[in-house]
């Protein structure tokens, strides 16, 4: 594998619930996207979205030249298909990667997926599904699933999908959680790039979140 090189993707809810924190969504995002930039080392990154429709934004797109959200390309409306969304793309993410020459595959892959609700439109794919596949794509190919949850224990779902609880992450579903969140997932994915470690959540970026969770508890 080609080291110091990073794929990301990120599955990122549009649902209509994402209305009342669409601003903070995509200057989250944005930020995230800048401060990634900056980091030393190769880095490709997909974006995808999903209501109870699943769209491609961007695919494989070195960081560097990755394009923000906007008010015209992330609208929030509709169900949350989130177990599809998760199947379809690590379903593309792995078929993308196994083109790559071995030599030129990442030596770290970090899969982030960000929502405020929980599943209730999904077709194709299970939670058991979903469970079988992250357990083969971590036990295999030492992908990293990250969960970013709102109104719901994140570590909870995130567990029965098969993610690791120290990579999942709830947040308060207000302007400063939102923020506080895109905050946690950078410094958490910068972590990871820079030292080699496992994406992971500190005790003090879980306590900052706890006390907005609290505020709306």
């Keep these: 594998m080609k080291q110091n090189y990073c794929d ?4 990122l809810d549009r649902s209509g619930s994402m209305e009342s924190i669409r601003e903070d969504v995509i200057g989250g995002f944005n930020t995230f996207l800048d401060s990634q930039q900056k980091v030393s080392g190769d880095c490709t990154i997909s974006l995808y979205q999903f209501d109870d429709v699943y769209e491609t934004v961007y695919e494989g797109k070195d960081i560097k030249n990755a394009s923000e959200l906007t ?28 083109e790559l020459k071995e030599e030129n595959r ?20 299970t939670k058991d599904k979903i469970f079988e596949m992250i357990k083969h794509q971590r036990e295999n190919y030492n992908w990293e699933f990250v969960f970013l949850g709102a109104n ?42 820079t030292s080699n470690s496992s994406v992971s959540f500190t005790d003090q970026e879980r306590k900052e979140q706890e006390e907005e969770l609290n505020k709306i508890s």
């Design 106 to 125: 990442p030596s770290k892959v970090i899969f982030v997926i960000q929502t405020d609700g929980l599943e209730n439109a999904s077709k194709e794919f």
């Design 8 to 11: 990301i993707s990120i599955v």
């Design 71 to 98: 008010k015209e390309t992330y609208v929030p409306r509709n169900m949350t298909a989130l177990l599809d969304a998760i199947g379809k793309t690590i379903n593309k993410t792995g078929n993308r990667l196994s």
């Design 152 to 193: 719901q224990d994140a570590i909870a779902t995130a567990t029965s999908y098969g993610i690791n609880r120290n990579a999942s992450y709830t947040y308060a579903g207000t302007s400063k959680g939102v923020n506080m969140a895109y905050n946690a997932i950078n410094c958490s994915v910068t972590r990871a790039r």
